[in-house]
């Protein structure tokens, strides 16, 4: 009698296992979600540097709120659990912020990451609320940027984190955060699992899961190194060496495709048809929510 396969961890099952913190890598666009998906990486994330950077828009300043969603069209259906960086939800209004929720989850993600800017708590709080009202299945990221872009205030940071924490966050996020003591004392001062950004200078994967730290994320780490290799492996061409490091060959390359209808590829390239609910409106789970072009049915 063969045994049946045990189920796929759900994606808040991944933060959730202590010792082993969920490694998520972040990915660009479809090749690289499904090379990662391919070295066993059960969930992928996006990075919002590089979703601004491949359009030549900034980032972090609520301009490709489109690209973002025309992304995870793309990577939704992928056979891994998908987190998106939706910077700030691209809104200071909870209903908008909550309205892109239903817009990640209805083409397939699983998870997103809030950033708050160190704008305002209470706002930020507000639209986490309004997300898992929402979408109550959609693991919310809520990170501060206390570390990131602020000068590390311990007190603010615990004043911004239980404020998201309450507001139903179900992990909170310090990217900047390296010091092993005050990882440590973030990790026991938290109720929900605690995210931080790997850093080549940092704590290595085993310490940072010895201190308690429930998952790791790469940040825009791949993409910048993808644009390093790139330029490395031009100049190597130029002065007469050989690039070195990886390069996939060309079927390697094509064997990362997805299987499309011929009307599907001739859709692939328009993201205004990523479909929407009433505002007031949630969306209801399907099985198929997944699957690019499904109608999404809502209710209210």
Known sequence: MTAEPAPAPSFAGLHHRPGDPLLLPNAWDHASAAALADRGFPAIGTTSLAVAAAVGLPDGEGATREHTVGLALILGSGPYLLSVDAEDG?????????????????????????????????????????????????????????????????????????????????????????????????????????????????????HLAGLGVRRVSLGSLLYRRALGAALDAVTDIAAGRAPAGTTPSYADVRALERSVSASESANSTGWSSVPRCPPGNSVKAQPMRAARNSVVRCRS
């Open 90 to 206: 691209f809104s200071d209004d909870p209903d908008e912020v909550a309205e892109l929720a239903r817009e990640l989850w209805a083409v397939g993600a699983v998870g997103v990451n809030l950033e708050d800017g160190l704008g305002p708590v209470r706002r930020h709080a507000a639209k986490i609320a309004a997300v898992k009202a929402a979408v109550p299945g959609l693991f919310v990221n809520a990170r501060t940027d206390t570390y990131w872009s602020g000068d590390g205030d311990e007190k603010e940071t615990l004043r911004r984190l239980d404020a998201y924490q309450e507001a139903g966050a179900d992990g909170v996020f310090v990217p900047g955060v390296t010091d092993p003591g005050r990882i440590a004392a973030l990790v026991r001062h938290t109720t929900v699992p605690l995210n931080v950004l790997h850093s080549p200078t940092g704590p290595t994967l085993g």
